[in-house]
Structure formats: structure tokens, C-alpha cells
């Protein structure tokens, strides 16, 4: 499981990066229309919260 999400986050990645080799990814989302903008803004917003470790820790710089 955590592996199929890791690989899906190094694909996703590696496809922003080579759109951006391209264009400006900015600019052109920008120009879109605000529903896109906001569809786009809302899915990256709730991968972070569905996928993201929010627990408390130790701050992993302390062990070195």
C-alpha cells in the first residue's frame, strides 16, 4: 500500500517536472478559469491532509 502511494508520488512528480521543462506551470494555471484553479488547489490540499503524518515526534535532527 504505502509502496503503490510512493510510486504514484515519484510519477506525479517526474510528470510536474517535465511539463515544467516546458511551460511555466504557474502562468499557465493562472490563465485558467477559476473552477480549474480551485479543483486543482482543493485536490493538492486534501492529498496533504488525507496522506500527510501529522502525529508528534521527535525531531529527527535530535538523534545526530
Known sequence: ??????L???????????LQRKTDMWESLSKKPF???WTLYSILFWTIIVFGE???RQFI???F
Open 35 to 37: 473552477y480549474i484553479r
Open 8 to 18: 504514484i508520488a515519484i510519477l506525479t512528480m517526474q510528470i510536474i517536472y517535465l
Open 61 to 63: 535532527y535530535f538523534a
Open 54 to 56: 501529522f502525529g508528534k
Open 1 to 6: 500500500s504505502d509502496l503503490i502511494i510512493i
